[in-house]
């Protein structure tokens, strides 16, 4: 209860209608109460990972996807979310620098390295960039290197100059060459291989990528489809749909998410003002649209037929709110203030009793409330790999900030 009173009145200041705080300038108070909440969910998140890691062990090769039903549903290391809690064990101990943390971090990863020669689906940027990745950023071991490396020479092998795009997947008759906007994701990896190697092309076709899915993906206010399909010899779309999302017209909230941070983070490599101008009109869209909750945890789609009484998705918030925060940093202008307060609301909501699990519950996994593939009636209000890595990274971000 204590908690909950703190972070009301943290929420209380930063969206009143006198708050006239800019980042890093809240009073002396509310930047203490926001610097408890990050230190108390960090810390709380260190024992949940290492929980769910010991549980985990004696699994061989396998990794933790949700919790579901009183039980806790496990891949090897082909599944797309693979690498997300290896990722977790690693953001972990660039804060804590505990050697525990350090030992589970390197045994997922080596769970997850087979990943890098998928040449399958797009998906081998999340499975690779986040845990082998994150390993060489932290290490600077030259073994995680070249398998970063690998696995972008795996990624790019889907690329088609035609297109101009990596092609997600192979599995369904009705599209020609789908193009998911979850794959911006995928395009880090390409601009860090890019730079680290000195070879450009991995960084043209990341651009490439980037630019053909601003052009087809976007409706006119910036919402964004699930898939778009082209013609893999003209590079002409066929057809715009959804997959994950309510109806080919909706606004699937992960997948704006993916949009928002994935031209964020295009920005931040290549510094293109066009990608920066894509990424504030898509946080617009997102944090004004009527049908975003007053927490900010958005429903699982901004069109989904049963609001307010439909599912949340806090992995899309987990996301928005860690691109939000790099955005307010990489844009001074005006609106860097939204988009910070924005993100500062996300996370004290996803750092409440509503959200954040308690110690030993939730199958190890912090976060509540996160939302799969909903059509499907595939994890539905449950805890995700992936939301807990982005909300970590978003903690992260706000504690260098305040």
Known sequence: M?????????????????????????????????EQMVDRSLDLSRKQAIFLAETMLPMENKLPRTYQDDKLRVTDYTAWTSGFFPGVLWLLYDVFRDEQLLHYARHFTDIVE?????????DVGFMIYNSAGQAYRLTGEPHYLDVIKTAS???ISRYN???????SWDWNSKWKYPVIIDNMMNLEMLCFTSYETGNPGFLEIARKHADTTMKNHFRDDYS???????????GAPHAKNTHQGFSDGSAWARGQAWGLYGYVMMYRETKDPSYLEQARNIASFLIDHPNMPEDMVPYWDFDAPCIPDDV??????????????????LDKSRDSKIWYKTAVKQLVSLSSEQYQASYGTNGGFILKHCTGFKPA????????????????EALIRLRKLL
């Not at 969206?15 to 980042?23: G, Q």
């Not at 009636?377 to 970590?392: F, K, M, Q, R, T």
């Open 2 to 34: 204590k908690r909950t009173i703190l972070l009301f009145a943290v929420l209380t200041f930063f969206f009143s209608a006198t708050a006239e705080a800019t980042p890093r300038r809240q009073s002396g108070k509310e930047t203490k109460v926001l």
């Open 114 to 122: 087979p990943a890098k020669n998928v040449r399958s689906h797009h």
């Open 153 to 155: 020479e795996s990624l």
């Open 161 to 167: 100059p035609s297109v101009g795009a990596i092609r």
């Open 224 to 234: 964004t489809w699930h898939v778009v399909s082209y013609d893999p010899e003209t």
């Open 312 to 329: 949340r998705d806090a992995s899309a918030a987990a996301i928005m709110a860690s691109a939000l925060l790099e955005l307010s940093e």
């Open 377 to 392: 009636g595939s994890e539905v209000d449950v805890p995700l790999s992936y939301a807990d890595y982005y909300y970590i």
